[in-house]
């Protein structure tokens, strides 16, 4: 999740939303995130001490990733971020993904994200 940024507006960090995870990996407790940590929701330097061992030992099946600044989102869908440009997204998957998990999305974000 370091890693990402908005394929659009090039934002970074964006907002991480787990709907299924499962523990998969033996990580010791020296790993971090580096500038902000998704599953802790923060910038590392606020955060203090991050607990970051459990971010890296989970492995997020299914989730939502959510643009702040251009207010776009991007699904995971079985363990992969689908991040894609406007001109590349598939509208079927988009909205059964929406079917699938909109009951998981808080309405205010759920609002913003529904297809019209
Ligand atoms: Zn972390
Ligand atoms: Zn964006």
Redesign the pocket.
């Known amino acids: 999740m370091d890693i990402l940024a908005?394929p659009?507006?090039r934002?970074f960090p964006l907002k991480l939303l787990v709907f299924e995870r499962e523990s998969r990996y033996k990580v010791d407790n020296t790993v971090k995130c580096e500038l902000y940590c998704s599953y802790h929701v923060g910038a590392v330097s606020e955060l203090g001490e991050t607990r970051c061992a459990e971010c890296y030992s989970y492995e997020i099946i299914n989730g939502l990733i959510t643009?702040p600044?251009?207010g776009?989102w991007y699904a995971i869908i079985d363990e992969i971020p689908i991040m894609l440009p406007d001109y590349l997204r598939d509208r079927s998957r988009d909205e059964e993904f929406i079917a699938k998990w909109g009951k998981n999305i808080p309405p205010e974000i759920l609002e913003k994200i529904s297809l019209s």
Do not use: A, P, W, Y
């Open positions: 908005c659009m507006c934002n643009c600044k251009c776009r």
